[in-house]
């Protein structure tokens, strides 16, 4: 799996609205991948996931409400939306992407295909 921050793919329309890269931290065992994100501010209704081929798409808008008559003084975040885009390789399974979302962090597990899984073969004695 690769990151992938220039993806497009053909027959879509062009993202050029500006987007923050969520923080991801990924770790691969010998089942596949597990990829955190951090996504703070987005609710569970404004996030996409999309696997299209081998690019997995990660999106959500940020839902962070001002007081009514109020505004920021200051604001260091003024992106209202996150965007990362991955290349996934042939040795994990899309098909079979799990996702999980809670506190902000969101969590997906990428398992490898079997043809990738290792595997025990049995020695027979003849």
């Known amino acids: 799996m690769s990151d992938n ?20 931290d990924v770790i691969e065992d010998a089942a596949g991948i597990l990829l955190y994100a951090d996504m703070p501010g987005v609710p569970k209704d404004r996030l996409s996931l999309r696997v299209e081929a081998e690019t ?26 996150y965007r990362r885009l991955f290349t996934l390789s042939k040795e994990l399974d899309s098909g ?7 506190h902000g962090v969101l969590k997906l597990r990428i398992p490898k295909a079997e043809h990738a899984q290792p595997r025990r073969i049995d020695v027979k004695v003849a």
């Open 5 to 24: 921050p220039t993806a497009a793919k053909q027959g879509e329309p062009a993202h050029n609205d500006a987007a923050l890269l969520p923080p991801v």
């Open 56 to 81: 997995l798409t990660i999106e959500g808008e940020v839902a962070l409400e001002m007081p009514e008559g109020m505004e920021p003084s200051h604001a260091e975040v003024n992106l209202p939306r």
């Open 96 to 102: 079979k992407v799990s996702a999980e979302f809670k």
